[in-house]
Each structure stands twice: as structure tokens, then as C-alpha cells.
């Protein structure tokens, strides 16, 4: 006898505490533009971003590919090349992040503002020449909702 009340007994135990599993509110994950700024920021922090801009081979980069657009300042700057001896990033800062959603509310677009320092060397000059840079670094999420 005491088999049927047991069984009775766990049936309705299961069935309260699936009861409350379906009524309990579900975990949404909101990814908005908070969120990923707020993950990028520590991610870039994480992976030790500015020093990874201070070791970017600038000289050889800029050799690599001459100068363009207009001719005569193009050749300019390629004379000025040969001479520089050494170029490097000093410093590098990763200023505050933006993150905004595009016009059509389909993606998100990251801005990365940095300001770096810089510094040449030549034969003609026997300091480092520095020079101020602020660049910002473009990127776009995109989520593909398609499976």
C-alpha cells in the first residue's frame, strides 16, 4: 500500500518543482553597447594592448609601402624615410572606447581612439625627434541571427 502513495507522492514533488521551473523568469543575455564596451575596454587591458603598440615595426612598415597621392610630396617623404634610422612608438595610451549602434540598428560600431608618442632618429639630428599622433582604430559587430 505504501507503494502507490510513494509513487503519489514523488509524482507531485516532480511535477511542483517543474511547476516552478516554467514559471521562474528565463536568463536573457542583452548584449548592448554598455556591455561590450565595458568587455573590450578589459579584454584590450587584458591582452596588454599598449604595449603591443609600442612594438609595431613603424619603420620597416613605412618603407615597405611608399608614400602616395601627390607626387612631389610623396618623393619627399620617401627621401625623409631613407635617412630615419630608427622609428618607434614611446608611448601608447587607449583612450575611452565608444561603441554606438549603426543606422539601421543591425550592428554596433567601435571606436578606439589612441594617442601615441613617437620617435625618430636620423644621422642629421642627434636626438629623438618626437612627434604626437592621435588615430582612432574602426571596427563593426555585427550579429547573425541566421542559423
Excluded: Y
Aim: glycine fraction near 4%.
Amino acid at each position: 500500500m505504501a507503494g502507490p502513495w510513494t509513487f503519489t507522492l514523488l509524482c507531485g514533488l516532480l511535477a511542483a518543482t517543474l511547476i516552478q521551473a516554467t514559471l521562474s523568469p528565463t536568463a536573457v543575455l542583452i548584449l548592448g553597447p554598455k556591455v561590450i564596451k565595458e568587455k573590450l575596454t578589459q579584454e584590450l587591458k587584458d591582452h596588454n594592448a599598449t604595449s603591443i603598440l609600442q612594438q609595431l615595426p613603424l619603420l620597416s612598415a613605412m618603407r615597405e609601402k611608399p608614400a602616395g597621392g601627390i607626387p612631389v610630396l610623396g618623393s619627399l617623404v620617401n627621401t625623409v624615410l631613407k635617412h630615419i634610422i630608427w622609428l618607434k612608438v614611446i608611448t601608447a595610451n587607449i583612450l575611452q572606447l565608444q561603441v554606438k549602434p549603426s543606422a539601421n540598428d543591425q550592428e554596433l560600431l567601435v571606436k578606439i581612439p589612441l594617442d601615441m608618442v613617437a620617435g625618430f632618429n636620423t644621422p642629421l639630428v642627434k636626438t629623438i625627434v618626437e612627434f604626437h599622433m592621435t588615430t582612432e582604430a574602426q571596427a563593426t559587430i555585427r550579429m547573425d541571427t541566421s542559423a
